[in-house]
């Protein structure tokens, strides 16, 4: 379930935040309580169930979740003053206030991704990808900086997410570092340590070779690869 509101775009199966089309790292508890506030709108959740929910059976001060919630605005643009995502309900709790559209399921959606490295293209096919420099790893990138065992991409049910392997020097998308399992799209671009790589759709309508009997034939006799000619 994809649910937008203001600037942002809250996918609940990815558990993945978007502001301004560029994912949003939360920390758990953060993201916990965003969940929390936005399946119950627009109820009121109270201090203390959100005490019970994001730290159950451990004693907090009331600080704690006042602290989470600023941090929580600070990330969705919001303001205690000017509220217009996160209510605040005095001595009472929280509401999520902002208006929120169902957006399309992005796993409903079929895309086919390559990423794009130093001239080379490697598709990305349903099931895991180890992106790292060890030469047993489906995506072999090749990098000082980059750890042997990197990133995991995952394609499954037509979504595409990537997963930082506590890597010594972190995997970034579009800029960000993540630390969280993040939906990757066509047209973003990735980072493990500093070697970029780009996200984009492989058409299925793509040319392929169509190659002249005579000139394969003739090209085996002397040896070399035949030349052939793209065909719609």
Sequence with gaps: MRLKYSDCVLDLDAR???????AVPLEPKMYELLEVLIRRRPAVVTNNQLDELLWPNVYVART????LVSELRAVLGDTPRD?????????????????VTDLPSVRSLPITIELLW?????P?????HIAGRDAECSLVI??????????RITIADGAATIEDLDST???NVNGT???????????????LGSEVLRARLRSSSALTVKVDPDSEASAKSAGRSPKGELKP
């Design 83 to 99: 509220s217009c995502i996160i209510r605040t309900v005095y001595k009472v709790g929280y509401a999520f206030c902002a208006e």
């Design 169 to 171: 020097n972190g995997t």
């Design 142 to 151: 090749e990098g000082t900086t980059v750890s042997r065992r990197h990133a």
């Design 118 to 122: 130093a001239k080379q293209a490697f």
């Design 124 to 128: 990305l096919a349903d099931g895991e």
């Design 177 to 191: 570092r993540i630390s969280a399992p993040t939906r990757l799209a066509p047209g973003d671009e990735l980072a």
């Design 64 to 67: 704690s979740l006042t602290r």
């Design 16 to 22: 993945q935040l978007e502001r301004a089309n560029k």
